[in-house]
């Protein structure tokens, strides 16, 4: 299997998450998100490393979401963010995480299209937060 053949899966399997989510979904991947971001704070791997600071705003995003906090941000946004945070925490991974180097490519990748697709509401919501 190739790297392209790699990406067309995890993306399939984002674009299926974000248009499986739930209100339900949103609360429980906010706290498996944590759980998973403390694991690998200290060190984030490869390609992760880049977008480590996005994925902290993304979890902030959701967690404030699902308590109420913050609202002002359309459903298909907060879809997208947790089909992307499912896909990253999930340990059955079109690539898995234990593969030295290559392991968490297919996560950023999916990351990088979330991030894609919510960059305005999740700039927003940085303004909205730092207020």
């Given at each position: 299997m190739s790297?392209?053949?790699d990406?067309d ?6 674009e299926k998450?974000k248009n499986e989510v739930?209100e339900?979904?949103?609360?429980k ?7 998973k971001?403390e694991?690998l704070d200290?060190a984030?791997p ?8 996005d ?7 959701i967690k404030?979401?699902?308590s109420?906090?913050y609202?002002e941000?359309p459903?298909?946004s907060?879809?997208?963010?947790t ?9 059955v991974?079109?690539?898995p995480?234990?593969?030295p180097v290559v392991?968490y ?8 299209l979330?991030?894609?697709?919510v960059?305005?509401?999740l700039?927003?919501?940085?303004k909205?937060?730092?207020?």
């Open positions: 790297l392209d053949d990406k899966n995890a993306r399939k399997r984002f998450a739930s339900a979904d949103v609360e991947t906010a706290k498996s998100g944590q759980e971001f694991s200290s984030p490869g390609k992760l490393k880049e977008i480590w600071g994925i902290k705003w993304m979890l902030r995003l404030d979401y699902a109420g906090e609202r941000i459903w298909g907060i879809a997208a963010i089909g992307a945070i499912i896909y990253f925490v999930s340990p991974d079109v690539i995480d234990p593969i392991g490519l297919d996560d950023a990748y999916v990351i990088k979330a991030l894609e697709f960059k305005e509401d700039d927003e919501y940085k909205w937060k730092n207020a």
